[in-house]
């Protein structure tokens, strides 16, 4: 999946060239454990090498900020710069993570494990 | 009887008269004769004269000008009477003007070679402090998350880069090597490595059609080399003006051509530039101007050492230089055309790799997908989209051509089938280089989790062979470079 990482040589394109000097995000809701998602059928011609490996990385289901990083074995904060671009042109879509007042209370998963055991 | 006096006297008179005459006229022909003589020797000793004032004020100076000058040959003046070159003077003469002009030459060569010797260790040093100071940057952009920090560390980067690229340039003009070993690298990431290394990289616009790679021997020159036609672009064109390269397929190799939309150059230094692009004749560091103008005798250094071409003297369509760096086949690796082959690319930079990254057995079946998808994920021109049959169908040619790996067809076999399946999520992308390692030296008989074991052997006995090979090429790479 990754043909480029046995030959990827990281110091030969520096990041600078591939945020084209940017380092801020255009975007600041955008955080390690973000989920990206590839949308599909956008054109990709207009990218940088960088950018469409992300599109292909996310092109199967959705993926992390720092896992996309970590393919791409780029510094997290240049990846944003990447990741912000994409999801502007419409080339990716964010899935926040699961904020965690959504998630079931533990006691009350207690609880209720507990009234099916007197139950049964 | 006194009468016979007068007659004796007047015989003897007569004769001593006689004999008088004849002894005037012998010392009269001495005379002339010794005139003569001595007319001739005022005549060569002027002549000397001459030609001994002509050496101290013509043919001397010329000779030391000449070994000032670039124009190597001297051809200090001739003598003036070309008699006296002939005799014992003369060749003394020309013994002093070839004893003197060897005595200049070994001197030029002897400053020449020392200032070469201790600008190249000097620049090494800085090129190792470059790096070093690359690294703890790469570093630190991974550990600060702050945009602004990233901007700075940006710039700093940046900075260093054209920092490395300079120490790295008169190092190589000093006969050093360029420096870095680095793996095969595909021809976009080449010039985008070169981009990096220059003041106005935002000006750069790369277009590639060629999705190959530059073999691991050749990546640094030609980045240096290209890096250095950028740079020569960017500054000999206004700011807001574009250097577009183009990547270009060629009979039998690769064009890179470098379009600026500058200010050209005057037949002159067209002239100058074609002869130190040649890389024929030798860089006297002396001779570079001052400010010195490394740019191109750097380039036709690598140039030669490498085995590509170089050549400046078209204009651009935007109505400047046109720079056109032509790479060879035997530095390509032309194998990229095809199907999955970038893991045997990897193998063959660490042959070590493929075994300790085997994939189990149930591994297989989810293996395929993503090998088509990892042909596609190459980071060049290449279409995302390429649909696997076709891939399939190039991987034959491929197989036949590259002697090491056996299992080449194993992985069309079972694309086929798989990317229909594709939408299945994350797990497949988590172990992508194992997938891509298994692929190329997958077992010949791709159905049969029987052949495992001698399919293990064979790939093991092929990564050994790369490796031994890769090895051997590097060795004579070597030797070729430092016998020139």
Not at chain 2, 29 to 39: E, F, G, P
Not at chain 2, 184 to 189: F, G, K, T
């Amino acid at each position: 999946m990754t043909p480029s990482r046995p030959g990827r040589d990281r110091g030969l394109v520096r990041p600078y060239v591939i945020t084209e000097g940017r380092a801020h995000p255009t975007r600041n809701t955008v955080d390690l454990v973000t989920l990206v998602t590839a949308v599909r059928d956008r054109p990709l011609n207009s990218l940088n090498p960088e950018k469409r490996r992300v599109m292909e990385l996310c092109g199967g289901g959705a993926l992390s900020v720092a896992e996309v990083a970590a393919h791409l074995s780029l510094a997290v904060s240049v990846t944003k710069v990447l990741l912000s671009d994409l999801i502007d042109s419409g080339h990716l879509t964010v899935r926040p993570p699961i904020p965690k007042a959504q998630l079931p209370d533990a006691r009350l998963l207690q609880e209720v494990l507990h009234g099916l055991r007197s139950r049964f | 009887m006194t009468q016979h006096i007068p007659g004796a006297v007047v015989w003897c008179l007569a004769v001593v008269t006689f004999v008088g005459l004849l002894l005037l006229i012998r010392q009269h022909r001495i005379t002339a004769a010794l005139r003569r003589r001595l007319r001739l020797h005022e005549a060569a000793l002027s002549a000397r004269d001459e030609e001994i004032r002509h050496l101290a004020e013509t043919r001397l100076p010329a000779l030391v000008k000449a070994s000032r000058d670039a124009d190597a040959t001297p051809v200090p003046g001739r003598p003036l009477d070309a008699e006296l070159a002939a005799t014992p003077y003369g060749r003394s003469l020309q013994r002093i003007v070839d004893q003197l002009s060897g005595v200049g030459e070994a001197a030029r060569l002897r400053a020449d070679k020392s200032a070469k010797s201790t600008l190249k260790t000097t620049m090494r040093a800085l090129q190792a402090l470059a790096s070093e100071q690359q690294l703890s940057i790469s570093e630190m952009q991974g550990r600060h998350d702050d945009p602004d920090v990233l901007q700075d560390l940006l710039e700093v980067d940046h900075a260093n880069a054209q920092f490395g690229r300079r120490a790295q340039a008169v190092a190589v003009l000093c006969g050093s090597w360029p420096g870095r070993q680095r793996a095969a690298s595909p021809l976009l990431e080449v010039v985008r490595g070169a981009t990096s290394r220059i003041r106005d990289y935002r000006r750069i616009e790369v277009h590639s059609r060629v999705d190959m790679d530059v073999v691991s021997r050749a990546v640094e020159p030609v980045v240096l080399a290209v890096a250095e036609l950028l740079d020569n672009a960017a500054r000999h064109s206004q700011p807001n003006t574009k250097v577009e390269v183009g990547i270009r397929p060629a009979h039998n190799g690769v064009s890179i051509v470098v379009d600026d939309a500058g200010i050209g150059m005057d037949a002159g230094e067209a002239d100058e530039a074609a002869r130190r692009l040649s890389g024929r004749e030798d860089i006297d560091i002396h001779r570079l101007g001052d400010p010195p103008q490394f740019g191109f005798a750097v380039i036709g250094v690598l140039a030669a050492r490498y085995g590509f071409r170089v050549s400046v003297d078209m204009q651009s369509p935007y109505g400047g230089v046109r720079a056109v760096l032509f790479l060879p086949d035997a530095l390509l690796n032309r194998v990229r055309f095809m199907g999955p082959p970038i893991p045997v690319q990897g193998a063959e930079a660490q042959p070590a790799s493929p075994s300790p990254s085997r994939v189990e057995a149930g591994a297989a079946a989810d293996a395929v997908p993503r090998a088509g998808a990892g042909a596609g994920a190459v980071p060049g021109a290449r279409a995302a989209g390429e649909a696997p049959a076709a891939r399939a169908g190039t991987a034959a040619p491929e197989a036949a051509a590259r002697p090491g790996p056996p299992a080449e067809p194993s992985p069309e076999v079972g694309s086929a089938a798989p990317s229909a399946a594709g939408g299945l999520p994350k797990r497949r992308r988590r172990s992508p280089v194992r997938q891509e390692t298994d692929a190329s030296p997958a077992p010949a008989r791709p159905g049969s989790q029987l052949a495992r074991p001698p399919a293990e052997a064979a790939s093991r006995m092929g990564a050994f062979a790369r490796g031994t090979r890769s090895g051997r090429d590097a060795s004579t790479d070597s030797e070729g470079n430092a016998a020139q």
